[in-house]
Structures are given as C-alpha cells and as structure tokens.
C-alpha cells in the first residue's frame, strides 16, 4: 500500500469548489463531489440529539437508496436549528445540484457546515451551480477540499493505493474540521471516494471499523457537532475481482482504516489554537469501549489540556481525568508514563491492569488561541 | 431568616488557621474546625472512581460513627494517588489532632486539596498542631477559611440565622474551590456548622437535597475532582425543640438549601479566570435530573463559554450543547432565551417542552486567564 499526504480522485471521479457568497470572508465556501457512474455510499453521521437538516435529509436517502452520483458541500452556514424550512432548503440543493448535473431526483447528498441557527440562502447555491458543475475536473479536488473548511488552517487530505487482485485501488479522502470536535463523529465533514469494486455490505462494514478507530477516537474540545458526517462512495470502476465480506476484504479494510485514522489525526493537529499533539494509549482494559472511556477522561479534561500546554508535568490531572471517565478502577494498580512535554507530539500511556484491551485517542492542549478562535467565530 | 455574607460560628464552634510549611508560597495552608462537644456529621463525597486518601478515610470513619468533634484540613497537598502511605498519612493526622486536642481516636475527620500523586509530610502537620489547637477561637474561622484556599482568589463564607421554636439556630459554612469544579459535588471542600437540635436521619436529609440543588448544579470546567467534600457537623446546642424529618424539618431545609446555594454561587462567582457568571434554567423536561442533565450540555459546553467571554451571541452552541447531553429532544418544541452578554451575569434559558419539571446550574465562561492559571499551577 503507498499513502500519498495529497488528495489524488480516483478513477471516475470529479470535483469543484468555488465561492458562492454564503461566507463572508470571501473564502471558497461551495464544493461538488461527481461520480461518473453510480455509486454506493455507505455513510456515518453525529449522534447529537440535535441535527442539522441535510444530516437529517441524507439519512432519510441513504435508507431508501443504495446509489448516488455527488455530494454538494457549503461552509459558512450549518443549515441547522433551521426548522421546517431547513429541511426543505437541504432537499432543494440535492434536487437543484441534480438538475445541473443532468441527472434523476435524489441522486445528490447534501452537507453544510459553519454557523449553527442561521438560514440558508439557497438563491446562492442555485447561482453557483451552472458554473461549478462546468469546472468539475480531476483535479476540481484542489478547489473541492478548500470550499469544505470553516476555521480550518489547512485542507485535509490523504490518498491510499494498493492491489486487489492484480488491479491497483484507490482510496483518497479530504476532511474538515478544527473544533467542536468530539466523540462520536469528531466534529466534522468527511468525504471518501474510491473505485473500488465492492458490496454495499462491505463497505458498509468496512466504514463502521475504520471510523470507530479512527474519527470516534479523537477529541478537541468535547464538544459534539450537530453536522458530522462522513460519506465514503465506492463508485466499482477499478478492474478489481470483487471485495465482499470474506472476499479481498482485509487489504480493503487496511487501506480504509489507514486513511481514516491519518485524516483524523490531521484534524487534531489542525485543531484550533493546538500548540501539542497529544496521542493517549490505555492499556489494560476489558473491553476496548472501558479503555477509551478512560482515554477521553483524560483527554476531555480542560485541566489536563492547560497542564500539557504549560509543559507541566501535572500528573495528578491525568489521575483525575481517568477516575472522572467512569470506568472501575483500581488505584494501586494504574502505572502512567507520559513522554517529555517539552516537544510538540506528546504521548500518554496508563496501564489499568483490569483486562487485555488497549484503545488510542488524539487530541490537542488547550491554549489562548482557542479562546480567541472560539469568542470571536460568528 | 437573615443571611450574612461572613462566617460566624455557631454556638459550641470554634477554628482556628496557620501556616504549616506545605504550600510553597507561604499561605496559610493548615486548619482545624472544633465543636467542644461531640456533634453528628453528615458528610457527601466525590463520585470519581479515584478517590483520595482523606476521602476514603472519612468515608470509612462516617460508617462506623456518628460523631465526631473536629475536621483537620490542610491545603498544598491533596494525598491523592499516593498508594497506601497516603491512607495511613490521613489516619496519622487524625489521630495526632485527637491527641492534641485530648480527645479519643476516631474524633476528628481529615479533608486535603491541592496538588495529587505528592506524598505528605505529616511531620510538618505534627509540629504545627500544639500552636494550631491553642489559637483555637470563635474568630479563628477568618483564619481557617483563608488556610483552605488554592487557587481561590476571596474565601467563600456565608451564615444563615433562623429560629426554631422560638430560639436562633445558626448555620454557617466555608468553602474553597476555584476549578476542577463539576458534577458530581463541585470541586471543593465545603465544611458546614451548626448548632441546631436534630437527629442525623434529618440532618443527612437536609444535607443531601441541599447538595442536589446547590453544589451538584455547578460546573466551572467539567472536571470531577478526586477530593471533593462536604461535611456538616451539628452540635445541637442552640436549645432548639428537636427538629426532624416531619418535625420542624422545613425552615431547616430551607435555610440549609439557602446556604449551600449562596455558598455555590460564591464558588462558580470566583472561578478561575472567570469574567462572566451565567445562570443557566432548563425548563419543560421530563425530570429534574434530565433537566440538568441538559443545562450541563450547555454549561460545559467549551464553546458555548467561550462565546460568552467574546460576548458573542452564537445561539447555536446553546442547541448543540442541549443535543450532545444525550436527553431526547425534538428540535421543533425547544425554545431559548438569552441576556445580553455585554453583563457580567448572563442567564440563559431554555424550554424543552417535553415535560413540567425545570433545573438550574450556575456556570462560568471560559478565558486566556483560566488558561493561564492552570498552565502553570504546579
């Protein structure tokens, strides 16, 4: 398998960005996402009680339909807390963006990300489109991956070949996201394509896996995002024999759950105000669910965050944080190592000795920058 | 009722505070709480799976006794995480105090804050007792509530005056706690005195629906200490008719309530680095707990504090914070109401319209100053 730290669209694939006026920065803010043929999307989104409308909406297509063709993105408006009105706004973009592509109703999921509580202004969008589907080309991903981001300081970006079967796969992802990131779902956008031949089942399986360990393992702030959603199309235009369950599944599996995990990392290094990478490992637990548990106590503590920030050796902090998680624990038997924290990636490791589990968390220090990000973000 | 804004000691109650040698910057940080007859006591601990030393200590006294006649407090040093020298460091102290006070063992309980995983010095406690029991004093609270603090910048301190058949029952209570303040029981040490006649059935009662609705209904950055107690001693010497659960119980309760809540707001009013105080009511929920479970999305939400220290009114952190607290809630039926954020109290409100039951937490915003206090406290 060869990663390559830059979005390279698989076979079949196209992409734009453009500014559509939703931002008031003036940044690109509308991105399209096209399969030339169809393809099944398996999809993960915020367990929030509260969820935006085109979460709501892609939810509701995902459960009628196995195939669609695109993804349109905007930033700068979350279209959620939006009501009624909301919802059709959501499903006016997919039926809008499917007419410009030409294509049948409900062939377009929608996302949106930025402002929560503001509505949206589809005129713009509609605007945008004859234009944005006239530019979508391969390398539209440099536009698309930028339109996508709210406070974000770089696109994320990643790109996995490997062999099924004698044919070469690809699997490339971007993302956003820099706060309100959170279990389950960091907060955020996350878009996957491949040309990989492969089962709805498999995919679907295959998505479950790799997020689990990878994007429901990372936290900024704690807090959970009403948007987060993370869509991975298979469009099946590689050559490959096909992947199914018990069937070329684990290079798959591979590939997949290294892309994930590589973006998810990149959103914590992106994160908003992070001066520290900060990796927890708890070792020792029953069940793999028990240990991140007590990794995000740590990592979720405000007082920990500040404490690795001050390069201060505050142990008693991470202590506090794993007792606070909820976990049994027994005090006489917890060893915790932490690394220098003179350097920026620093490592957590505590050993529970309750069980045979181990589960990794990333997160970020807690820094004036983010209080400055965060009080004046509107 | 009257409420005093300072501590003045019941009858039978004296305190007294000095400096021992155990914080480094040369504060107080040794006290001792005296009733000169045997007083029941009630006590509420921190629910953190880690636990200090003087937590497990007083949790094991107050099964097997009733009464006791003095609470020893040190500041510095929170002998927690410090294996079973600290258990034995806390049992020390407490015999030693009963030694020095000519009591029996067994009579005095033992509270620590500070830093976690330093082992004590009971040596320093040892010396300094003879000058800490003869200064003992009915004004030597003023000392005692200043040898508790930490990172406090004022000592909380309130009393509540009332009669009960006629004669004047006094409640009067002390608390430190800046951070590290969240449910379950804020982090902090509240010691609470009186001298009313009651039996201990209604003094556990009173005690623990004050806690609900006082201490358990404040957070300042979500994180669960490892040492947070509350002890009440009642000494009965105010002359009073006895007072129990369906016998004078209800001005009681209400001045205790009083107390633990004006004593709570004082806490969250000093957090660290705190600009703003916000008062946050969620109405409309199915049960009290629910409603404060949904309050505390919103109050430990980073963003949402943050919006309040940039004066910021991004409502949207308001709804992601009520989702993200897991209570069922649908979108349509919430309403939210809020102050302007150019005060310094800022209230918040929220009707969820799923039920008649409403809960009140008291929070406050987060800031560079909470940062930098705790990037450096060590």
Chains 1, 2 share one sequence.
């Not at 979005?7 to 920065?25: E, H, Q, R």
């Amino acid at each position: 398998m060869n990663i390559y730290k830059k979005a390279y669209l698989p076979l079949g694939f196209t992409a734009n960005g453009l500014y559509a006026g939703i931002k008031k920065s003036g940044k690109l803010d509308l991105a399209l996402f096209y399969s030339s043929v169809p393809a099944f999307v398996s999809g993960m989104f915020t367990t929030n009680k509260i969820q935006a409308a085109p979460v709501i909406f892609d939810k509701a297509c995902l459960k009628k339909e196995k195939r669609f063709q695109a993804v349109i993105v905007n930033s700068g408006n979350a279209n959620c807390f939006t009501g009624e009105k909301g919802y059709r706004d959501a499903a006016l973009t997919s039926s809008l963006a499917s007419s410009a592509l030409g294509l049948k109703g409900n062939s377009v999921l929608v996302a949106s990300t930025g402002i929560i509580g503001r509505k949206m202004d589809v005129g713009k969008i509609k605007k945008a489109l004859p234009q944005l589907v006239a530019g979508l080309c391969r390398s539209g991903i440099d536009k698309a991956k930028k339109a996508i981001l709210t406070t974000d300081i770089v696109p994320k970006e990643i790109t996995a070949k490997f062999k099924v079967s004698g044919k070469e796969v690809t699997i490339c992802a971007v993302a956003k996201g820099a706060g309100m990131i959170a279990p389950n779902m960091a907060t955020m956008l996350c878009f996957i394509f491949t040309d990989a031949l492969i089962t709805k089942r498999a995919l679907d399986q295959a998505l479950f896996k790799a997020v689990w360990h990878s994007f429901n393992c990372i936290t900024v702030d704690g807090c959970m995002s009403t948007n987060d959603s993370i869509m991975l199309m298979a469009n099946c235009s590689a050559g490959n024999s096909l992947i199914d369950i018990n069937k070329n599944f684990a290079s798959f599996q591979e590939a997949l759950s290294r892309v994930c995990l590589e973006l998810a990392k990149l959103l914590v290094r992106d994160a908003e105000g992070a001066s520290k990478f900060i990796t927890i490992t708890v070792h020792g637990a029953p069940s793999f669910l028990k240990a991140r548990q007590a990794a995000f106590g740590i990592a979720n503590s405000n007082l920990f965050k500040t404490a690795v920030y001050g390069e201060n050796p505050n142990y008693g902090r991470i202590i506090a944080g794993v007792g606070s998680s909820g976990i049994d624990v027994d005090e006489k038997h917890i060893k915790i190592k932490v690394s220098s924290l003179k350097k920026r990636d620093v490592t957590v490791k505590v050993w529970l000795n309750k069980g045979k589990t181990s589960a990794t968390v990333y997160t970020s220090d807690l820094t004036p920058e983010y209080i400055r990000i965060n009080a004046e973000y509107n």
